[in-house]
């Protein structure tokens, strides 16, 4: 069923008119795909509300993860090994002991959107606030935080699949270091 429109804001981004195609065709469950919808807490809750399955993490998980500070937390509280953090509160100020390299990352959105890495302390400043400005035209939310800046490092991404009754598998390892700017 063809969801009208010419871009992507008046098509596939359009939860209203999927979920409406999905009942018109009689679906019980919406997959989001990858990207765009798929990170939609609001989506994935109005297919809830709308009776139909949710294909993909919770509304409450995808809130969660979607906040870099919140998921480091729960990491941190379910014992999974991670770099430290360094919060940035909302004025902006630039926290003592952060060690260079370091990159000031956006807590919200991703692609690579509101990065900096930092070699030199007396640049910590700017570049929050760089970041802050960037994260904000961006995602709409300015939050930035500090961690290690690990060079040469790889990024290698588990997928996880698992079903409302408990089932997990991984689904094996991906590389992304490839990728440009930081995307997955």
Same mark, same amino acid.
């Given at each position: 069923?063809?969801?009208? +429109?010419?871009?992507? @804001?008046? &098509?596939?981004?359009?939860?209203?008119?999927?979920?409406?195609?999905?009942?018109?065709?009689?679906?019980?469950?919406?997959?989001?795909?990858?990207? !765009?919808?798929? *990170?939609?807490?609001? !989506? /994935?809750?109005?297919? *809830?509300? /709308?009776?139909?399955? %949710?294909? +993909?993490?919770?509304?409450?998980?995808?809130?969660?993860?979607?906040?870099?500070?919140?998921?480091?937390?729960?990491?941190?509280?379910?014992?999974?090994?991670?770099?430290?953090? %360094?919060?940035?509160?909302?004025? =902006? @100020?630039?926290?003592? =002991?952060?060690?260079?390299?370091?990159?000031?990352?956006? /807590?919200?959105? +991703?692609? +690579?959107?509101?990065?900096?890495?930092?070699?030199?302390?007396?640049?910590?400043?700017?570049?929050?606030? &760089?970041? &802050? #400005?960037?994260?904000? @035209?961006?995602?709409?939310?300015?939050?930035? !935080?500090?961690?290690?800046?690990?060079? #040469? =490092?790889?990024?290698?991404?588990?997928?996880?699949?698992?079903?409302?009754?408990?089932?997990?598998?991984?689904? =094996?390892?991906?590389?992304? &270091?490839?990728?440009?700017?930081?995307?997955?």
């Amino acid at each position: 069923m063809a969801l009208g +429109g010419e871009t992507a @804001a008046e &098509s596939y981004l359009r939860g209203d008119a999927i979920i409406a195609a999905a009942k018109a065709t009689g679906a019980d469950a919406i997959h989001p795909g990858y990207g !765009f919808l798929a *990170e939609n807490a609001v !989506f /994935a809750q109005a297919v *809830e509300d /709308a009776g139909l399955i %949710w294909v +993909g993490p919770t509304p409450e998980q995808i809130t969660l993860l979607g906040d870099k500070v919140a998921a480091k937390r729960a990491a941190v509280e379910a014992g999974v090994p991670t770099t430290p953090i %360094w919060e940035v509160g909302d004025d =902006g @100020a630039v926290p003592d =002991g952060v060690p260079m390299p370091a990159l000031v990352k956006a /807590a919200a959105g +991703g692609g +690579g959107r509101g990065m900096r890495v930092v070699t030199d302390p007396v640049l910590l400043a700017e570049s929050i606030l &760089s970041a &802050s #400005r960037e994260a904000k @035209a961006a995602f709409g939310d300015g939050a930035v !935080f500090i961690e290690p800046y690990i060079e #040469r =490092g790889r990024h290698i991404e588990v997928q996880i699949m698992g079903d409302q009754y408990g089932h997990v598998v991984h689904l =094996g390892e991906r590389e992304c &270091s490839i990728q440009r700017r930081n995307q997955k």
